[in-house]
Each structure stands twice: as structure tokens, then as C-alpha cells.
């Protein structure tokens, strides 16, 4: 009890100091890592129908068997993927301030909307697998977003975190601005499995976890590099997902 009234006025005595704001617009918020209710509408949840495979939003139901475009075109090679969120300016500002603006923090808040997105994901006992950084740039931003993610994600799902078990081998440049098919030869080969990862998964399927899913050259490599090494059953969930006609292509 003394140590929750502790928290609690430790609580209160940040607020006075550095009273909370909105993550968007900086209005004032009931609470830390949060959006203001105005921004948090601007917000556009993915939510049915959309595509079984890629979950991409459909304007209208199309059947429950009904692929995407992009899903009939070129089939990834991962089951399935889920995002909580269209990659709007309200997105990109969450997502800039958790990779960039050293608040691991928001994961979070990002968290709580993908558990929801990926609630199909979780029947199952499933390692959370966060996208790797290279090294250098690891020790640069001083942590990975998507582990970050990963690891709200377990305390919402139960499901563990494994960091380890996919490393980035290459440096790679950053995906920011290139084109459909140059980031899929930027990450070509940029990934390693653990040579240890069948025990250490005993059975269970991955989720590979990440911020935003452009165009899914990323976590396409990532699981090709995982069928490589015998993992049969690969997810994917993210925060943001940037659709086509949206507002924020990065």
C-alpha cells in the first residue's frame, strides 16, 4: 500500500513538472503517451472487412474467402498479417516519437490497438518475434521500437518474446523513399535465423512484429529466412500499415 501511494504521488509530482500532452498536437491529456480525444479520432482503425491475408482494408464486404489485389498478385509468403491502424499524420506522429524521440514508452499505447487488431492471432501459443536492427544502428537509437512493441504486446497476450531469434546480418540502407523494388533488394539476404530456433520455438508459431508495414519487404525477407530454417507457421502484426490512397506514404 505505501509503495502504490509512493507511485502515485511520484505520479502526481511528474505531472506538475511535465504535465502530459497530447502525442500528436500537444494539447494537455489526462495521462502520459497519449492522444487528445480530437486526435485520437483522426486515428483510422483497420477493422472488418478487409483482406484475410494482407489485412488490407475493403470499403465493402466482399465474402469471407475475398482476397485483395495485392494478395492474388504476389502472395506473401507469411500467413497472415494485421495492422491497427491506417499510416495517417496522426499515425506517423506516435510512430516518429517511439522510433525516433527516444519514448519507448509508447509502445504501450501502440500495443493495446494491435492486441485488439490481432486478436485472430492469438488462439494459439505463438513467440513474439520483434524486427531486428542491425547493430550499429541499435546502438544509435538506443533501442528497437518493434521490441519494444513485442514486449507490451506479451504482457497484453501472454504469448513470450523472443528478440534472439532472427538477427540482422547486413547493414542495410534505410527504407525511407525507396521504391517497391528497391527495398526488396535492400533487405535481400540481410537476415539470419538462430541456429538453435526449432527448440527454442518447440512447436509454437511466430509473430513477427514491427512498427509499419509498407509495402512488407521486410517481413517478407524475415520469413523467408524462417521457412529457410524449418519454422512452418509465421504471422505478422503491426501498428500502422500503409494503404494504398492513404494520407502518409513513407
Not at 21 to 28: H, R
Not at 47 to 59: D, I, K, N, R
Not at 128 to 152: C, D, I, K, M
Request: aromatic share 6%; net charge positive.
Amino acid at each position: 500500500m505505501k509503495r502504490a501511494t509512493l507511485a502515485r504521488f511520484g505520479g502526481g509530482v511528474l505531472d506538475l513538472i511535465y504535465p502530459p500532452t497530447c502525442l500528436d498536437c500537444g494539447a494537455p491529456t489526462a495521462r502520459h503517451a497519449a492522444l487528445c480525444p480530437r486526435c485520437f479520432a483522426k486515428l483510422r482503425p483497420i477493422t472488418a472487412p478487409y483482406c484475410p491475408v494482407l489485412g488490407l482494408p475493403f470499403e465493402v464486404s466482399l465474402g469471407p474467402d475475398a482476397r485483395s489485389a495485392e494478395a492474388i498478385a504476389d502472395p506473401p509468403p507469411f500467413e497472415r498479417a494485421r495492422s491497427a491502424v491506417i499510416y495517417n499524420e496522426v499515425a506517423r506522429a506516435v510512430v516518429g516519437r517511439l522510433k525516433y524521440g527516444d519514448r519507448p514508452e509508447l509502445a504501450g499505447f501502440c500495443a493495446r490497438l494491435m492486441a485488439a487488431a490481432g486478436s485472430d492471432l492469438w488462439a494459439e501459443a505463438r513467440v513474439l518475434v520483434p524486427v531486428p536492427l542491425h547493430f550499429w544502428r541499435l546502438v544509435g537509437r538506443r533501442y528497437n521500437q518493434s521490441t519494444e512493441l513485442a514486449r507490451a504486446l506479451s504482457r497484453l497476450t501472454g504469448h513470450a518474446v523472443d528478440p534472439t531469434l532472427v538477427s540482422r546480418t547486413r547493414r542495410t540502407r534505410q527504407q525511407v523513399g525507396l521504391s517497391a523494388d528497391a527495398r526488396q533488394r535492400n533487405v535481400a539476404g540481410a537476415f539470419t535465423a538462430h541456429p538453435d530456433i526449432l527448440r527454442r520455438l518447440n512447436g509454437r508459431g511466430v509473430v513477427l512484429v514491427d512498427d509499419v508495414i509498407t509495402t512488407g519487404s521486410t517481413v517478407k525477407a524475415i520469413t523467408r529466412t524462417l521457412k529457410r530454417a524449418g519454422v512452418d507457421k509465421i504471422d505478422v502484426i503491426s501498428f500502422a500499415r500503409v494503404v494504398t490512397g492513404g494520407e502518409s506514404p513513407i
